[in-house]
């Protein structure tokens, strides 16, 4: 078991999120190892690994999509197991490969999900109309989804993980499709919540992205974290210089290439703590 190495910072009461030692087999694929992390309030953690590495499985199961098979997930002050519903009303999602219903309008569907998400009927027409404005939707109001492109219904779905207003988002690649515009538009949506306090968990492969973006990045492989920490906390984890990029530790750690410092002292301390 590997808990984050940053754990020593970290004060349980800060956590909107906290994931600990969590295991995960489909049938005979064992797809987490004991993945443990948490998220401060404002806090953005990037989440990364290689393909198949666990993380759309964490996401889900932090949402209660999935069931985990062992480990403790709380959100919110709320265990999940405890208590299953009570904390999803404060969490935003943007899945990995949406369902998005195509026979609506744009303007439709944020509707339809505001209402779902219980936002009050006299503040949801402008809520959509702005959120449309912010990422040049509007002129897609009233267009059916099945006319968008991929890149307008990812940005629909963005919006709608955000109707709620969340304490808590959930983005699973969130960036897959949508044009430079749009992602320099999200990320500063997503800075402005962050700020407000929102805090934010955050899957993506775009590793320049993660390192300007992101407070601190959990690197995960094979179902279990192998770094977790800020950009100066990850680099003296490779030993491999002042300018280090995260592509680099990324690639060293993944590939268990030598100079990569032992985990198990880190282990060993968590273990006694608990
Ligand atoms: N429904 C499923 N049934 C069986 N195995 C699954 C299922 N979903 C995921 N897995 C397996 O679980 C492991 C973790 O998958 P997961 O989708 O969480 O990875 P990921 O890190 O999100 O990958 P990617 O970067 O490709 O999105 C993989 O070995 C995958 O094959
Ligand atoms: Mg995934």
């Given at each position: 078991m590997l808990f984050d190495d940053t754990f020593d910072r970290y004060d349980p009461s800060q956590a909107i999120l906290?994931?600990?030692?969590?295991?995960?087999?489909?049938?005979?694929?064992?797809?987490?190892?004991?993945?443990?992390?948490?998220?401060?309030?404002?806090?953005?953690?990037?989440?990364?690994?290689?393909?198949?590495?666990?993380?759309?499985?964490?996401?889900?199961?932090?949402?209660?999509?999935?069931?985990?098979?062992?480990?403790?997930?709380?959100?919110?002050?709320?265990?999940?197991?405890?208590?299953?519903?009570?904390?999803?009303?404060?969490?935003?999602?943007?899945p990995e490969a949406?369902?998005?219903?195509?026979?609506?309008?744009a303007y439709e569907f944020l509707y339809y999900f505001g209402r779902i998400r219980a936002v009050p009927e006299n503040v949801l027409k402008d809520k959509i109309e702005g959120f449309m404005k912010l990422l040049g939707l509007i002129d897609k109001k009233k267009e059916l989804i099945v006319s968008l492109s991929k890149g307008m219904k990812?940005?629909?779905?963005?919006?709608?993980?955000?109707?709620?207003?969340?304490?808590?988002?959930?983005?699973?690649?969130?960036?897959?499709?949508?044009?430079?515009?749009?992602?320099?538009?999200?990320?500063?949506?997503?800075?402005?919540?962050?700020?407000?306090?929102?805090?934010?968990?955050?899957?993506?492969?775009?590793?320049?992205?993660?390192?300007?973006?992101?407070?601190?990045?959990?690197?995960?492989?094979?179902?279990k974290n192998i770094a977790t920490g800020d950009l100066e906390h990850l680099k003296q984890r490779v030993s491999l210089g002042e300018d280090t990029t995260l592509e680099q530790i990324f690639l060293t750690l993944t590939k268990d290439q030598p100079g990569v410092k032992d985990n198990r002292m880190v282990e060993e301390k968590e273990r006694r703590r608990f």
């Open positions: 906290y994931v600990y030692d969590v295991w995960k087999a489909y049938d005979s694929v064992s797809a987490l190892n004991g993945i443990s992390l948490y998220v401060k309030k404002g806090e953005i953690l990037g989440l990364i690994g290689p393909n198949g590495s666990g993380k759309t499985t964490t996401i889900k199961i932090i949402l209660g999509l999935l069931k985990k098979d062992r480990g403790i997930v709380n959100v919110l002050g709320y265990d999940i197991d405890k208590e299953p519903f009570k904390y999803k009303q404060f969490i935003g999602y943007v949406a369902v998005i219903p195509e026979y609506l309008t990812q940005k629909l779905i963005f919006l709608s993980s955000l109707i709620c207003e969340p304490k808590l988002l959930l983005l699973d690649e969130p960036f897959i499709g949508i044009d430079p515009e749009g992602q320099y538009e999200i990320k500063s949506i997503l800075k402005g919540l962050s700020e407000k306090g929102c805090s934010i968990l955050l899957s993506t492969h775009l590793l320049d992205f993660a390192e300007r973006f992101c407070d601190r990045v959990a690197i995960i492989n094979k179902g």
